[in-house]
Every structure is written in C-alpha cells, then in structure tokens.
C-alpha cells in the first residue's frame, strides 16, 4: 500500500530547512548530478504525487525511479538505452515531487541537469538538430521573425488553406496533426508600446514579460494584465528587447542556448528603473526566478512574480468596480504555480472581486494536466490521459469558465474540451477580471 504523503502534513517541512541547499547547477557536472541523486533516500513518500507513475505504477516513471536511473548512468553502471532515456522523457518536470521530499532533493534542477547530460552523450537526430537550428531556434531569440510566423499562421488560418490540408490528410503526413489541432485562431499581431503611463496618479512601475507563445497566442491576458496595473496606478514597462525566457530549452536540455536567453533578459530588464518583473504565463515564471542558479549566480535586480499574486499585495483605487457575473467559475493551479512558485492563491482572490461569481477550485488541483510545455507534443498518450482526468471533472461541473494561469495548460484543456464543450470558455484570469470592469481605458 502507498503511503499518501499528503495525509502526513507538514512533518517534511522541518527537515526541508535542514537540507535546503542552494548549488550552482551545472548541467555538465556529473558530480553535481551524484550529489544531488545522493540525497534522495528512496523513502517512496513522493509516488502518489508523481502524476506518471500513478497512471502506469512503473517505478522507472516514478521520481526515485528516475534518480536512480541517473545514478546508474552517471556511475556507468547503466547503459544510455533508449528504454532508459524514455523514462526520463516521460517525467512532466511538474515537480509536485518537491513539495513532499523530505531530504527536499532539488528533482526539477537534476532532471534537467540529466537531460542536458544525456544530450552530450547522446546527440539527437539530424532531424531534430536541423529542426531546432532552422526553426525552434530562430524563432524563440528573435521576435521580429515570431511576429512574421505569427503573421503567417493567421494568414493560414484566415485563407482555405487551412481547410484543403486538414480535408487532403497532408497534416497527418508531414506528422503536423497534432500540433496544428493545439494551435488556436491567431488574432492580430500589432506591437505593444513599450511604456504605459498609469492612470491618474503613479504609484509605482513595473515590468511585464509577454514570453514568446503566450505573446502570440494569449494577448488578451498580457493587454488585461497592462489594464488593471495601470488603473491600479502603476506604469508599465514593456520592453521589446526582451526574448524567451529559457524553459523549452532548458528542459530540453539545451542550456546553452537556456543560458544565453536568460543573460538578453538580464540585461533588458535590470536596465529599467523598476519596482517588480512581472509575469502571466506561470512556466516562464519558474525559468525567470531560477536564473540565478544558472547565470553565474546572477539574477533580477527586484522581484519576480506572478502578475496575480502582485495585483493581490497592492492597494487598489476605490473607484475600481466590477459588473456583476452570476456564473460558475474553476480555476486550475498549473504546476508551474502551485508546486514551484507556490503562488497559487492569486487568481482565487482577485476573481472573488467580480460579484456574483462562484469560484471553485478544478478538483485534483495537484495533479498535472499533462500539458507541460512541449511534452503535450513528445508525449501525446500520456499528456493526453491526464488531460482526459481533467476534461472529466470540468464536463461533471459544467462551468461557464475555466481559468488557468499557464497558457501551455489552456491550449492542451481547450483541445481537450473543443469537441464536446465548446461551450466552456478556457481564459487567464486577468483576461476575466479585465472584461468586468467598469472603468474606461
């Protein structure tokens, strides 16, 4: 029998204190790898929380099963096989094995330390490497050529092209299926100014990271993100140096390429005469907080957070108000927020501000959707059995709204919920905040 490490409470968090260890990661470094595998006891007390692990109960899809699959190759005790490999590619990197280590062993940092080892040793295909160098690449460090594909795709979108290749089967051929199914309509591309006075009186100024998917396919939540801080009082930097925050590559385990994003973002941002760096897109969240363990110990020169949680430590004008909403709300926790940011609380306590509307936690909250980040698109049989747990829960409360915080979770739950529930609206919280106020732009 499992034991549920969440029935235990707080026991772990003592011990979390003792062991917290704060190490430059260096993805090269098999002994950074051995020490950090070295503290895992392999007391079992993270199997229910690892979302893989309880789908197949494979202890080589569970976290000390993957540690010591880590042990094994860097002591050359094990042979890099592509059984091997697939066990560590099949890990979601949602990290909800973190919250419940008692040796409070760094999972995310050596996973993706692995990853970046068995690349060195294992180099992808050619495919893969022209892939990335052609495409992956050049678009994710430069956002004048994103804006131009983005372009493009709308344009794809817009024309009967769109129609003739689905009709035709050629997506399914050229092995595009799948990820043109996740893509949503692509709106309007027009740049962002990259400064927003505030309304009335400045209280302070912020800057947000737009990130390069969520800038092209989740505008609406980074324009309803400049609206409320603005009438909150606050201007608004949105600088159009900035670039990718890192996370495909470095869980890709590329951290070169991770390191060299990271270091353009640096110096973007620690240039502006700033209060906080803020964000909507709570993956790129945990890649922009842990540059320091990255880039030479170097990181932001002021705080890092959710656009949310930031909204919910301020003082707001009394003349902000809100229509009222008589309808059902769930919100879902990414990963990203709940077991790594631990900032999950935002969202629920700006949305109690629209009266009228009933807010509800999505059940399982602690459990991935599957989403995370590329691996709906590397993974597609399981991310797509987590995702079906979800789809479950939201067609048995029949919300008028979904909100979610990560825009990877809502592209991978709106092509869950698109067939059966096109009535369901999957949005960021902000964007619905956004919509509800009664005070003019």
Sequence with gaps: ???????????????????????????????YIRQETDYCVKCGLCLPDCPTYVKTRDEGDSPRGRISLMQGLVDDRLQLTGRLEFHLDRCLTCRACEDVCPSNVHYGQLIDAARELIRHRHRPTTTRRVLHRLLVDPLLFNRALLRTAARTMRLYQLSGLRWLLRKSGALKVLGLQRLERILPDIGSQATWSSYY??????????????????????????????????????????????????????????????NELARRNLVTFNGLDISAVLYTASGCGVTLSEYPLYVAKQGFNMPVMDVSQFLCGIDWPAYITFKRLDANVLVHDPCSLRHVLHQQQGPYTLLWKIPGLKVAPLPDNDRCCGAAGSYMLSQPAMADSLRDDKVREIARLKPAYLVTSNIGCALHLTTGLRSQHPDIEILHPLTLLARQITTDT
Excluded: W
């Design 1 to 31: 029998m499992l034991l549920d490490s969440r029935q235990l409470g707080n026991l772990h968090k003592p011990i979390n204190l003792i062991f917290n260890r704060h190490i430059m990661i260096n993805p090269d470094n098999i002994a």
């Design 197 to 258: 006075p505030a309304c009335g009186k400045e209280t302070g100024r912020v800057a947000l990271f737009t990130g390069c998917i969520g800038s092209i396919i989740d505008r609406a939540a980074i324009d309803a993100a400049i609206k409320l801080l603005r009438h909150c009082g606050y201007a608004v930097h949105v600088p159009a140096s900035q670039s990718c925050c890192g996370a495909l590559h470095r869980h890709g385990g590329m951290a070169e390429q991770a």
